[in-house]
Nanobody, 122 residues
Framework: QVQLVESGGGLVQTGGSLRLSCAASGRTFSSYAMGWFRQAPGKEREFVAKIGLRGYSTYYADSTKGRFTISRDNAKNTVYLQMNSLEPEDTAVYYC???????????????WGQGTQVTVSS
């Protein structure tokens, strides 16, 4: 079992930045690929970014590429999402997720956090 707790959400103006954190507890954090997803009101949850077990491999949704950066600190059992140049379209609840397989985490995440709200005002 892996428990995930997100933090760092809030209200920011267009063009601003936020850094989300996701703290993990339970089984060995470094055994899991980690991902960030988001869900806007009235929309389905969508993939944002993912990172491999050691942090060397990353992949981003087209909508976030170049603006968001995912990273992890295995010593702190934490994954981060640095979000820059935020736009109103980025407004959503952001969730972190864990899965043993980096290749399939987008569709088969095993563990989810409770989410943190990000609101970008225009």
């Amino acid at each position: 079992q892996v428990q995930l707790v997100e933090s760092g959400g809030g209200l920011v103006q267009t063009g601003g930045s936020l850094r989300l954190s996701c703290a993990a507890s339970g089984r060995t954090f470094s055994s899991y690929a980690m991902g960030w997803f988001r869900q806007a009101p009235g929309k389905e949850r969508e993939f944002v970014a993912k990172i491999g077990l050691r942090g060397y491999s990353t992949y981003y949704a087209d909508s976030t590429k170049g603006r968001f950066t995912i990273s992890r600190d295995n010593a702190k059992n934490t994954v981060y999402l640095q979000m820059n140049s935020l736009e109103p379209e980025d407004t959503a609840v952001y969730y972190c997720a864990a899965h043993p397989n980096y290749a399939t985490i987008r569709s088969r995440a095993d563990y989810w956090g409770q989410g943190t709200q990000v609101t970008v005002s225009s």
